[in-house]
């Protein structure tokens, strides 16, 4: 495993806990000789992750899109940035240069990024590992969705089971190179 792609929130969310959780995730990325895919941005926890990253000797990769450019501030420090025309093209390209996906907290953007990634998984599309990182029981209205799921028989257990979990960085991404 060389690099993994988090998504996570361009919002700082309302705790510090979250805060905390993403500048870790880059230290320890950047111990584990990983490089970090992200969506590029300079704004709340995506800043936080880069930033950490690039402080602690490791390499950040941003992938985003044209329209977002002009919107967006993008990280300066960046290792590289791919900028390609539509967002499919840049969750494509974020998958193709990554060897693993974890989520932190977000929001709607974070959500769709982590489902895409979850239902190619289950159609054969990827085999590589992915994960919720579950900072201060953040995804638990979700385990709540998918358990939910599970008992209407729309989603199978071996399924569910896919989805690697954790509660700090370093558990997460032992899980992940350990897969």
């Known amino acids: 495993m060389h690099s993994i792609c988090i998504f996570l929130g361009s919002n700082p969310g309302a705790e510090q806990v979250y805060a905390r959780a993403a500048r870790k995730m880059g ?59 539509t967002m499919h093209e840049r969750k494509a390209l974020m998958a193709e240069l990554s060897d693993g996906f974890v989520a932190l907290p977000g929001g709607v953007g974070t ?36 358990d939910n799921a599970e008992r209407e028989g729309f989603l199978k257990v071996p399924h569910r089971n896919v989805i690697l979990r954790a509660d700090n960085p370093a558990d997460m991404i032992k899980r992940m190179v350990g897969k």
């Open 111 to 146: 959500f769709e990024e982590f489902f895409e990634i979850y239902t190619l998984s289950l159609l054969g599309f990827h085999s590589k590992p992915f994960g919720l990182l579950d900072v201060n029981n953040y995804y638990a209205p979700l385990d709540a969705l998918l």
């Open 27 to 85: 230290k320890e990325l950047a111990a584990c000789g990983l490089t970090c895919v992200y969506g590029g941005s300079n704004k709340g926890l995506m800043k936080l992750l880069a930033d950490s990253v690039l402080e602690s000797g490791g390499k950040v990769v941003g992938v985003t899109v044209k329209a977002l450019r002009d919107k967006e501030i993008f990280h300066p420090g960046l290792t590289k940035l791919h900028v390609v025309s």
